[in-house]
């Protein structure tokens, strides 16, 4: 089992910074693929960033540019570095974990934390 708990949400203003994280706890190894997800009011959750243990990464292109995950393997941890936030950047963003064992994935998940870009 994995636990996932994420810090670092708030209130920013527009084109501010934020930086979340997420400190993972359990059988984490470096070919998992840690991730942040988000979702907004009434829309789907969507694929913000991710990355794998070698360092590879994913950005949706809403925030290429702007934002930059990293990880930790060794304290297991990844954050998120959120510049020139906008309005449309309001979300609760989860943290996220995909394993694949024994060819069978499994996808964990925090609690969420809410962020939101306003005047």
């Known amino acids: 089992q994995v636990q996932l708990v994420e810090s670092g949400g708030g209130l920013v203003q527009p084109g501010g910074s934020l930086r979340l994280s997420c400190a993972a706890s359990g059988s984490i190894f470096n070919n998992d693929v840690m991730g942040w997800y988000r979702q907004a009011p009434g829309e789907q959750r969507e694929l913000v960033a991710s990355?794998?243990?070698?360092?590879?990464?994913e950005y949706a292109d809403s925030v290429k540019g702007r934002f930059t995950i990293s990880r930790d393997n060794a304290k297991k941890t990844v954050s998120l570095q959120m510049n020139s936030l906008s309005p449309e950047d309001t979300a609760v963003y989860y943290c996220?974990?995909?394993?694949?064992?024994?060819?069978?994935?499994?996808?964990?998940w925090g609690q969420g934390t809410q962020v939101t870009v306003s005047s």
């Open positions: 990355i794998n243990g070698g360092g590879t990464t």
């Open positions: 996220n974990v995909n394993q694949w064992r024994w060819g069978i994935p499994t996808n964990y």
